[in-house]
């Protein structure tokens, strides 16, 4: 035998009982690793939305003043197969000054084909000349409503609320000429709940804003310029109109404008990773804070089929008019095109 045919047994044994190398059962550990911290996550995400699921059916038998037991939606009605069209509105229900009168009137159109909407804001002092109303302000509406049906039909004070929704509805309805299914009302403190759990919203304000109303604890200042808001600083910078001294006004339209950006900030901050975490206390501050007339099953699902829209997909429209004391009376051509928006979302 040569040299190297000797060797040949010698290094196969070897190879047999050479030890493994060390580092193919370090990767194995690491891979184990890995898939077990994948798996924790996979479940936490599924416990966390588990939650929110409990917190959201929770929230929504607050919300929701109709039970299943009284309103049967057939499939082809729901939500999640036709346009919808509701009206929203921002009630002051703080502990001094408040009362029923609606600082915030929006109409909307959600439309679960093209999953967008079209929202319309009301001016608090326009004049909305309808044959059949009486003459008042857009925002005393709901309140009239409210105390016809305590005094003129005798109704408790529930009951008084669930007509005022329906006949400020109706109203609506007929004055933009799209078919109005909901009311949803959320109180000022809903408002302020919602931006708070939400981490705060960034925005550009658009003057420095100073007010002092010892009666009802308005004490609003902010400064002009880009910056975070809580709720409280939100719901001041919407609500805006003048300062003391009678400088830094800020019209009706003004306001409006600035309703619609908070609102889409505020959709976008729902949208967005931070929100998501934060979507438990969101969900509270609204079950705690809103009501809308309809059946909890519809609730579920308008919250599942536009659970993923952002401001791209709404269209704000902003009423505007001119002011002439006591009222706003509103331009022709925005209110047309206000409509024309309205009807043309309904039928996409």
Do not use: C, H
């Not at 519809?298 to 505007?320: A, H, R």
Request: proline share 3%; net charge positive.
């Amino acid at each position: 035998m040569t040299q190297g045919s000797a060797e040949l047994p010698s290094r196969r044994a070897n190879a047999k009982t050479a030890p493994r190398s060390p580092k193919q059962p370090k990767k194995r550990r690491v891979w184990k690793v890995v898939l077990l911290l994948f798996l924790a996550v996979i479940l936490i995400i599924v416990a966390y939305f588990g939650f929110l699921a409990n917190k959201a059916n929770n929230a929504i038998q607050q919300i929701g003043t109709v039970s299943n037991d009284d309103v049967k939606i057939p499939t082809a009605e729901s939500v999640k197969k036709k346009a919808v069209g509701m009206v929203l509105l921002g009630l002051d229900t703080r502990a001094k000054g408040g009362g029923m009168n609606t600082d915030v009137m929006m109409v909307a159109v959600f439309n679960p084909n093209s999953k967008s909407a079209t929202v319309i804001s009301i001016p608090r002092d326009s004049l909305l000349q309808l044959e059949g109303y009486g003459e008042r302000k857009a925002n005393a509406n709901y309140a009239t409503f409210f105390s016809q049906a305590r005094s003129e039909k005798g109704m408790d004070k529930e009951a008084a609320e669930e007509d005022a929704k329906r006949a400020i509805r109706d109203m609506l309805g007929k004055f933009f000429g799209v078919d109005l299914k909901y009311t949803a009302v959320v109180n000022f403190k809903g408002f302020e709940d919602v931006v708070d759990a939400l981490g705060g919203i960034e925005v550009n304000v658009d003057m420095d804003m100073r007010y002092v109303d010892n009666y009802d604890g308005t004490n609003i200042n902010l400064k002009k310029g880009f910056q975070k808001l809580d709720g409280d600083q939100a719901l001041d910078f919407v609500r805006y109109r003048k300062s003391n001294d009678g400088k830094n006004m800020s019209s009706d339209f003004d306001r409006n404008k600035r309703e619609s950006e908070v609102v889409a900030k505020i959709v976008d901050k729902m949208k967005s990773l931070s929100g998501i975490t934060k979507m438990g206390e969101v969900i509270d501050a609204v079950g705690d804070n809103m009501e809308i007339d309809m059946p909890p099953k519809e609730i579920q699902n308008l919250m599942k089929t536009y659970f993923g829209i952002s401001s791209s997909d709404v269209q704000f429209i902003p009423l505007e008019g001119v002011w002439k004391s006591p009222y706003v009376y509103l331009d022709e051509a925005k209110l047309s095109e206000a409509r024309a928006a309205l009807q043309a979302k309904m039928a996409e």
